[in-house]
């Protein structure tokens, strides 16, 4: 595309774009000017009408705001990306963690926290992702969130209709920089604003002659992809498969199928009103890494309306305003009701009684009036206090409240509710009211989710170390895409291969993981008490969850004594317990069986012996049966025993 087709087509781009939510931004900015600035709460109609009455603002509409804006706080949103296809549950783990760091390192809660008050102070927020190096002396590159501050300076494809704006062809991120500055960057350029409707609609006063309007031009560019299909089922780009296209058929991967399809670029360069400022840069990602971040979104007649919470809540604090402002400049004219007196009393004394209102003199001057003899000025009797403006001025401060959907137990006053369960079940009416906001918030950040999980694999592409974090902030280094090889295959494989599978992603809300601890700690001391093993435990859970110096030691020493006992499982460099000492109960009983084993074992070898004389008595005569056994012959031995030798034959030893 030529620079002139590619100018003229951002420039008609920023038009439509600009003129497209002129109005609504135009209202986003009053009402966060109305709930957040003092003196934006009295229009110029009113302040005119009321001349020099006075104008008092009581802003009730702030504090029921920043009571969600609050919930918000106390219950941080966490990305959780989960495996689906070929993905798997390690890799999953390591770009949670990788997520949690970029966060971490981003100052993603401050982003999170300015789209959130955006949204529900004016309607819409805004959340953004970049691209960074990690140092002055690497090149190697890392994602961040970025806040964006002023949300109003982001303008959008007219034509995107996803809730979330994945389905927009561009955006615009505007900006101002000095003259001096813009000659010191692009000396070449012409100084020309990048023109828009009357400043973007706003009449903003800090657009002055000074600054130069440039802004960050984000594009989808169109191209075309081809894509294989492999014997094994698997599909992947061309891009990915043919620098590793031999590796792959020496293990018998094939291209059984491929087609090409229509795809696109995105990328981003700095414009100004002239054109380019810069070369374009691609992002590396399929996605626009902007998102917006609305609070009370819907659509009538085919337009999108937003509005935050102090929209519907102006009039009734307008009317709190005014009544209370009314109220206190008449009590404050109670004590000084107008004087009665003759124009001859008060002749030549006018600037006197003027200020008599305000200096309050100890001695009332006035002149004698021949026509009322002893008369002198009088005051009209006090007026009554005018309970219909209080009483008007407190139905204002219900019907904000009603409005807003946001009572007084949600503000923290007291209520008649006594117990716990229904001091909350108040409460949680107010955040069950205003819940859309933190839904919207949670849509919002698991859109950023899903720019993180398509843009890690390209921006963490090469072996490298990186920083990943758990959900308890403790920190690790890994080393991802590291290429080895397989002993058993004989084939380079790459460890924790972030380009590897398919991810889901979920966003949790709840309460951070120092407030979930605080709250482990007291349910453990509230168990500490308890006898046994459950008591110690309980000590154990206490420590590990108490956020105090010099405990280390402590808590391992702890840890020593519970894995001795067999209260915890003996981890990495623990000494496992000690067997336990024998029960007695069972010592006797082992004791006992042994000996009814002997006396098993004698009587069985007894009835052996038994059993053998009664073999041998068989082949033996028998006595009579008047015959005692011992009366029986028998064979007599020789005289000296059956072991004397016999004596020789004659004729000496056999030869």
């Known amino acids: 595309m030529e620079t002139n087709d590619f100018t003229r087509t951002m420039l008609d781009r920023a038009d439509k774009a600009f003129s497209h939510e002129t109005e609504q931004r135009q209202r986003a900015v009053s009402d966060m000017k109305f709930a957040f600035v003092a003196g934006h709460q009295w229009d110029a109609h009113l302040t005119k009408k009321r001349r020099n009455r006075p104008c008092y603002e009581f802003n009730r509409i702030r504090q029921m705001i920043r009571r969600v804006t609050g919930q918000q706080l106390q219950n941080k949103p966490q990305i959780k990306a989960r495996p689906v296809e070929d993905g798997d549950i390690e890799t999953a783990e390591v770009i949670n963690g990788l997520i949690r760091n970029i966060e971490a390192n981003s100052g993603a809660e401050n982003a999170y926290d300015t789209a959130f008050q955006w949204s529900c102070g004016g309607g819409f927020g805004v959340l953004r992702v970049v691209t960074e190096y990690e140092s002055d002396y690497t090149f190697n590159q890392c994602l961040k969130i970025k806040s964006v501050n002023d949300p109003t300076t982001v303008y959008c494809d007219p034509s995107a209709k996803e809730f979330d704006r994945s389905d927009a062809n561009f955006w615009f991120i505007t900006d101002k ?166 124009p001859k009393m008060i002749e030549g004394l006018k600037s006197y009684y003027e200020r008599l209102g305000y200096d309050d003199p100890p001695v009332l001057l006035y002149n004698a009036d021949p026509d009322a003899p002893g008369g002198s000025p009088q005051r009209e009797p006090m007026a009554q206090f005018p309970a219909a403006l209080a009483n008007l001025s407190a139905m204002a401060t219900e019907e904000m409240k009603a409005t807003l959907g946001i009572y007084d137990a ?102 951070s993981f120092d407030t979930a601890r605080m709250e482990v700690a007291e349910a453990a001391q509230a168990m500490v008490g308890t006898p046994g093993p459950f008591g110690l435990m309980a000590q154990y859970l206490l420590l ?106 004659p004729g000496g030893f056999p030869g």
């Open 177 to 342: 920089v000095s003259r001096a500055e813009f000659k010191r960057r692009w000396p070449k350029a012409e100084v020309v604003d990048f023109k828009g409707p009357a400043n973007s609609g706003l009449q903003r006063g800090w657009w002055d002659q000074d600054d130069v309007r440039i802004a960050e031009y984000w594009y989808k560019e169109p191209a075309k992809k081809q894509i294989y299909l492999l014997n094994d089922g698997t599909v992947v780009s061309a891009e990915e498969f043919d620098p590793i296209a031999d590796e792959a058929a020496a293990t018998g991967l094939q291209i059984k199928d491929r087609r090409e399809v229509d795809t696109h670029i995105v990328k981003s360069v700095l414009v100004s009103g002239m054109g380019p400022l810069e070369e374009p840069t691609e992002w590396p990602g399929s996605c626009i890494p902007i998102v917006p971040q609305w609070g009370d979104l819907i659509t009538v007649d085919g337009r999108q309306i937003y509005s935050g919470m102090t929209r519907f809540g102006r009039d009734a604090q307008t009317v709190h305003n005014f009544e209370l402002s009314t109220l206190i400049e008449v009590v404050a004219k109670l004590p000084n009701s107008p004087l009665k007196a003759t």
């Open 544 to 649: 590990q969850n108490l956020d105090v110096p010099g405990l280390d030691e402590f808590k391992k020493a702890a840890r020593k004594v519970l894995v001795a006992q067999g209260l915890l499982e003996a981890g990495d460099g623990d000494q496992p317990p000690a067997p336990p000492p024998p029960n007695p109960k069972d010592m006797a009983s082992a004791e006992n069986q042994a000996a009814q084993a002997l006396l098993n074992r004698a009587k069985a070898e007894g009835q052996q012996i038994e059993n053998t004389l009664q073999t041998m008595a068989i082949g033996m005569p028998q006595p009579p049966p008047d015959q005692p056994f011992d009366a029986m012959p028998t064979d007599q031995p020789p005289q000296g025993g059956f072991f004397v030798p016999e004596a020789p034959e």
């Open 410 to 511: 949600s503000l923290g006053a007291k209520s008649n509710e006594t117990s716990g369960r229904a001091i909350i079940a108040r409460q949680n009416e107010g955040e069950t009211s205003n819940f859309v906001y933190i839904d919207n918030q949670v849509k919002a950040i698991k859109r950023i989710g899903e720019i993180l999980v398509d843009a890690i694999p390209r921006v963490y592409d090469a072996e490298r170390s990186i920083r990943i974090l758990g959900e308890d902030g403790g920190e690790k280094f890994i080393r991802v895409n590291r290429v080895t090889l397989d002993e058993q295959t004989g084939q380079q494989i790459v460890i924790n291969d972030l380009s590897r599978g398919k991810y889901d992603i979920s966003v949790t809300v709840g309460k």
